[in-house]
């Protein structure tokens, strides 16, 4: 039975190559396995995320691997972790390309994707950002993209909502002191600006800080009609917690980290009313992503942390596999260069999770979908084009 989460390859390539068939493939069983590189936090505050990405990469492998494999090899996924930290990011990289002998990876986490980008570079070995947010990835060199659209896309959207449609005057912004926080409070400050409101207090926290009175009294006395806080799912609901402890009824809005059942779970109902974004289409928008979560609900037996981050890991397999079918084509061995060549020709890739995504130079547009939450649970709220 043809697996429905798949699309025939016919329809994953868009570009020019589309139309040129590859060799019949008898078994992909039989051959030397395709490894595909990822380096993402397996243990540490951020595992809950990063393990969950590799789940989705390896949900994807399968499904390649029994269709055909890529050019009729199965495919292996290989997961380093990084811990979320730069130092480890840059381990884990230098194990992909020094000890594997491989030409592409993909990674997440602002900070760790700044710091893996010069050896990528140097050693002419690309990488692919699966879900940092952080707007310098467009701009770290020839070998890094992102096929995860940036903090500029759905931060600009989000801020001009809230000044526009909601009605919000004044914003107060609070945001972890590092790269997944710094780019992003100023992109919805200066947003929010522009479109006519006041940002009466921009108030940055310390990554490993648990207690945050200080800073929400200081924002409190500010009286801010609205509350973007832009952090990651150890501190975000900690932050929502306290506000509401100190009695700040304020509508808080954040990003995709916050798209996560154990947010609910931890805030109950703290958690009502709060806006989050979405890089990926849900269940109402794409017909795929329903029998997605069952799946994944049967084989992992609960729901998946950060659904919309996971849809964009489990494209990736089918984007790798778009590039390597063009190498195919082409007859052209697998290097950074030639991959790079693959990505930036191809450039249209139509993926059965996540949509059309489109590398245009060393960014991605796409959809905002904002969710928010009701009764408990995360409902549409608007799609932002």
């Known amino acids: 039975m043809t697996n429905p989460l798949i699309l025939p390859r016919r329809t994953v390539l868009t570009g020019a190559v589309a139309s040129l068939a590859m060799p ?24 809950g995320y990063g393990a969950d ?41 230098n194990r992909f390309i020094t000890v594997e002998k491989l030409p592409m990876y993909f990674i997440a986490w602002s900070a760790v994707v700044k710091a893996v980008a010069p050896i990528s570079n140097r050693e002419k070995v690309l990488a692919i950002n699966t879900g940092a947010n952080a707007p310098e990835i467009a701009r770290l060199g020839d070998y890094v993209y992102t096929a995860f659209p940036l ?32 780019d992003a409070a100023k992109i919805y400050r200066d947003t929010f600006t522009a479109a006519g409101g006041q940002v009466v207090a921009f108030e940055a926290y310390d990554p490993k800080a648990t207690e945050f009175t200080g800073m929400l009294l200081k924002t409190r006395a500010s009286n801010p009609d609205m509350v973007h806080i832009h952090g990651l799912l150890a501190d975000t609901p900690q932050v929502i917690a306290q506000m509401r402890q100190l009695g700040m009824q304020q509508r808080v809005s954040t990003y995709s980290v916050a798209y996560n059942p154990k947010v609910l779970e931890q805030l109950g109902a703290a958690a009502e009313g709060l806006i989050v974004t979405s ?34 890991q489990y494209d990736m397999v089918i984007l790798a596999k778009a590039m390597y079918e063009y190498l195919a084509t082409k007859n052209l061995p697998a290097t950074g260069e030639s991959l790079r060549e693959a990505l930036t020709t191809v450039k249209s890739f139509d993926l059965p999770m996540t949509g059309m995504t489109i590398i245009d130079g060393h960014t991605v547009n796409k959809p905002v979908y904002l969710l928010t939450v009701e009764k408990g649970a995360f409902k549409p709220l608007v799609t932002l084009t």
């Open 151 to 182: 903090a500029d896309i759905d931060i600009t959207k989000l801020a001009n909502y809230t000044v526009k449609t909601l009605g919000k005057k004044r914003a107060a912004v609070l945001y972890i002191n590092n790269e997944t926080g710094i």
């Open 24 to 47: 019949a493939i008898v078994s992909a069983q039989s051959k030397e396995p395709l490894k595909l590189a990822t380096a993402m936090p397996l243990t540490g505050s951020q595992a």
């Open 279 to 312: 890089l990926a289409p849900g269940v109402d928008e794409n017909p795929k992503v329903a029998p997605f979560i069952e799946r994944w609900k049967k084989e992992i037996g609960r729901a998946p942390n950060g659904l919309p981050y996971i849809q964009y």
């Open 53 to 93: 990405f590799v789940t989705g990469m390896r949900m994807a492998a399968k499904d390649v691997t029994d269709q055909g494999g890529i050019a009729g090899r199965p495919v292996e996924i290989l997961a380093l972790d990084t811990q979320a930290d730069p130092q480890l990011g840059i381990n884990a990289v």
